[in-house]
């Protein structure tokens, strides 16, 4: 069930009454370097046992406990090699890779309906960063539009006691890749970061949380391609409070995408 989200949400039209869009980063190399890492507090992870790594650890209980919540949301993909797990209404799904040493797959990948985005104005011959892409087809008369944003995590090909499993696939990322995963102190999240400020944030606790599951993206791409980030369907543009790499408190835009799953 979609839910309404409290995040303070300070529009354009708010500031005087202009329409024009903050957004969460400078247009410099060297900023949106850094977004990667602003949304969650990263532990240093290589070197870390198990035991010790307590992010990574409950990291994977509760998205554990996501999978269980919403069984009939995750379906394999044996072409890809992966797993999805569906937004509750369909719109929205993230795959995770069990075997990163394809070459032609996305390890991570956000899939999303593009049609609110074309809506709110998106040009959809706007040349997007190469991490970003815009498919649409048609079929049955019916044509649909998707946006999809994906990274590859390396080449290694992970070792599993048996066929791999959704959660597993998602152990060896936190074994392997340990730097895209991280806690978000400020909503109480464990995520998993695509890079470029892009994730997918779950709840430490859902008894405690009523944003159970996040899709969130950096807007900075699409408000490029002419959307009107306020007026996507299905999406709240909203401030998200965080810390960056300095330890300080800052607030940041970004697309959300939100469930409840109680």
Known sequence: MMQSINYRIESSENMNNQ?????????????????????FTFASCSKISDNLDVVGKNSKTSFAKILETIPDNVEAD??????????????????????????????????????????????????????????????????????????NLGDEKPSYDGDDTPLSAYEQIVNL???????????????????DGNMLEWAKDMSKNDKDLVYVLNPEPFIDAGVDPESIDGWTYAKVPMMDENGKNIEVYKLLKPFDLD
């Not at 329409?19 to 602003?38: D, E």
């Not at 049955?140 to 994906?150: K, P, Q």
Request: contains cysteine; aromatic residues 14%.
């Open 19 to 39: 329409k024009t869009y903050p957004t969460p980063i400078i247009k410099s190399i060297s900023i949106i370097c850094v977004s990667t890492i602003l949304l």
């Open 177 to 195: 890749y340990r730097n895209n995963i991280g806690y978000h102190e400020a909503m109480d999240h464990y995520g998993i970061s695509l890079g």
């Open 78 to 151: 044996d072409a890809n090699g992966g797993w999805w797990l569906d937004a509750p209404d369909g719109t929205a799904r993230f795959f995770w890779s069990a075997d990163y040493s394809q070459d032609d797959t996305n390890d991570l990948e956000i899939d999303f309906d593009a049609k609110p985005f074309i809506a709110a104005g998106l040009n959809p011959d706007f040349v997007f960063p190469d991490t970003i892409s815009y498919k649409s087809t048609a079929a049955d008369g019916e044509e649909s539009a998707t946006i999809s944003i994906g990274t």
